[in-house]
């Protein structure tokens, strides 16, 4: 539910299943399900019927789908929460049939992939080996991974044990390879990024902004000079905008301050005079005082932040944090 460009980040992974055909969308979800629901709703505005499948506890990640599988019938595609991707899901469903695949992964080539599941594969494509999260001294035979993306058969779903917490990449995918049910890798070169660390987050933002990810999802707002902006904000004669920013419903944008690019500023969130903002993430309600400057940072919902601040690159700010005036913030390194 996090915003990306103002809009909750499930809607564009609907709006990608939609461009593909799919219409009918449950989600599995244990964790502030009301808040969901109040955003979403059943999602007829964005084509989809969106349905709910509650975990009293959390099941994982194969689990998780196990508890919504009893809805499903046929050839059934399985998301990841946290991947942001324009893949061809229609040209990786071609595949699934033409290869007689009863579980087909997206698949995609990274520099870094410790960090995520390897995938191996023959020369055909078939999985040969599933590796998740090696550890730093092990060693690694593929940079190729497990993008988060599945199309598997229902009646596999409905072999995972119910109501009981199970990994889909650690038993179930490793357990289907090891029985010989044909399963297989689609590799993608299409935009594909794990937001699920705040650098990913804002970094996902910028590319969108950028217009590297296809999406038929415009930011809301009217589009105005490479800025996309809400009729309800208001922009200061004699203050800057440098595109490309988001200027969210009801937000103020007041006389000398400087906003973007690469900025995304949340509904009725309040720049100050002679505020900068650049390359940063403002969720709602957010107020920056005057002079204060804002750099490739991400601020949560209802921050208070003084006059003359300075908030340096990768710094993230909790919401409801106040920021004294002449304040210096700077990221912690790791």
């Known amino acids: 539910m996090v915003p990306l460009l103002n809009r909750p980040f499930l809607a564009y992974q609907l709006a990608l299943l939609r461009q593909h055909g799919v219409s009918d969308v449950i989600l599995a979800c244990s964790y ?25 506890e959390p099941l994982g990640t194969g689990g998780g789908i196990r508890n919504a599988a009893d809805l499903a019938r046929g050839a059934v595609w399985v998301l990841n929460g946290d ?34 599941g390897l995938v191996e594969t023959d020369t055909d494509g078939r999985l040969r080996r599933f590796r998740e999260k090696p550890g730093p001294d092990e ?15 229902a009646a596999l779903l409905a072999r995972i044990p119910a109501r009981q917490v199970v990994s889909v990449e650690r038993e179930v995918f490793p357990s289907l390879i090891a ?41 809301p707002g009217e589009l105005r000079d490479g800025c996309w902006i809400e009729p309800s904000a ?76 300075d908030i340096a690159p990768g710094v993230v700010l909790e919401s409801g944090a106040v920021v004294p005036d002449h304040t210096r913030l700077a990221a912690v390194p790791r």
């Open 32 to 56: 502030r399900v009301d808040d969901v629901r109040a955003a979403l709703g059943e999602a007829e505005h964005l084509g989809v019927r969106l349905r709910y499948v509650i975990e009293s």
């Open 83 to 116: 991947v942001l991707t324009d893949a061809d899901l229609s040209a990786m469903r071609a595949f699934h049939e033409a290869h007689g695949s009863r579980t087909t992964i997206l698949l995609r080539s990274v520099a870094d992939p410790r960090q995520y």
């Open 234 to 309: 208001f922009v200061a004669t004699g203050a800057r905008l440098e595109a490309p920013a988001v200027i969210g419903a009801e937000a103020a944008v007041q006389v000398g301050a400087r906003v973007g690019p690469s900025t995304v500023l949340g509904e009725r969130t309040r720049i100050a005079a002679g505020a900068r903002v650049e390359g940063a993430v403002l969720w709602e309600r957010v107020e920056v005082g005057e002079g204060s400057v804002l750099r490739d940072c991400v601020v949560g919902a209802d921050v208070r932040i003084g006059a003359d601040v």
């Open 139 to 153: 060693p690694i035979a593929t940079n190729t991974i497990n993008a988060g993306v599945y199309l598997i058969d």
């Open 179 to 219: 029985e010989g049910v044909p399963c297989y890798g689609f590799t993608t070169e299409a935009y594909w990024r794990d937001i699920g660390s705040p650098a990913a987050y804002r970094a996902a933002q910028v590319d969108l902004l950028a217009g590297q990810v296809k999406t038929p999802l415009a930011p």
